[in-house]
T-cell receptor, first 113, second 119 residues
Framework: AQKVTQAQTEISVVEKEDVTLDCVYE???????LFWYKQPPSGELVFLIR??????QNEISGRYSWNFQKSTSSFNFTITASQVVDSAVYFC??????????FGDGTTLTVKP | DAGVIQSPRHEVTEMGQEVTLRCKPI?????LFWYRQTMMRGLELLIY????????DSGMPEDRFSAKMPNASFSTLKIQPSEPRDSAVYFC?????????????????FGAGSRLTVL
């Protein structure tokens, strides 16, 4: 069975601080996909990034970076120099080759000015 | 493309009434998913379809819930009879065919959600 654990329920930081959101996953599949989605206060769910299990390269996109480590089954998300607009619930998800995605419980990030 | 379109955005109904939620996926996406979001249970997958065929409905809570996809551009989630514990935000999402060579594989595009309140 697929499982995603986001141990941090809530994180609060002050603007310009760096923050890392943790994600640990469990799967028996050799081919799988990892995702991060953002849910701002407006409620929509927005895709941020996808990695497949064969690609452990870390990725950076502006202030966002992702660290994928198969050895520890982790896919952590770091926001550098956080801003108030980063305040949202962030979900990590694990997808299988049948198209199905399992979500973690989410981490609520609050960035204070 | 206008994205995934859900209706209604808000629904308030009384216990025992039938509720029908609607979804139009992105054209060309072969997969359609219905998720439910609550504070207690987070985001749970209720059912998903591939090429209009239900693949996994193990997340459907009970027989009061049913989902259909009569064609590639339309799906419904029906609750009959509704109960207060069904109050939640119901999201529809669609995606393209999985496969690691497909850069968009498994990426879910969500609709804006339907907020259901059952009194």
């Amino acid at each position: 069975a697929q499982k995603v654990t986001q141990a941090q329920t809530e994180i609060s930081v002050v603007e310009k601080e760096d923050v890392t959101l943790d994600c640990v996953y469990e799967t028996r599949d050799t081919t799988y996909y990892l995702f991060w989605y953002k849910q701002p206060p407006s409620g929509e769910l927005v895709f941020l990034i996808r990695r497949n299990s064969f690609d452990e390269q870390n990725e950076i996109s502006g202030r966002y970076s992702w660290n994928f480590q198969k050895s520890t089954s982790s896919f952590n998300f770091t926001i550098t120099a956080s801003q108030v607009v980063d305040s949202a619930v962030y979900f990590c998800a694990l997808g299988d080759n049948a198209g199905k995605s399992t979500f973690g419980d989410g981490t609520t990030l609050t960035v204070k000015p | 493309d206008a994205g995934v379109i859900q209706s209604p955005r808000h629904e308030v109904t009384e216990m025992g009434q039938e509720v029908t939620l609607r979804c139009k996926p992105i054209s060309g996406h072969d997969y359609l998913f219905w998720y439910r979001q609550t504070m207690m249970r987070g985001l749970e997958l209720l059912i998903y379809f591939n090429n209009n065929v239900p693949i996994d409905d193990s997340g459907m809570p009970e027989d009061r819930f049913s989902a259909k996809m009569p064609n590639a551009s339309f799906s419904t989630l029906k609750i009959q009879p509704s109960e207060p514990r069904d109050s939640a935000v119901y999201f529809c999402a669609s995606s393209s065919v999985p496969g690691y060579l497909n850069s968009g594989a498994n990426v879910l595009t969500f609709g804006a959600g339907s907020r259901l309140t059952v009194l």
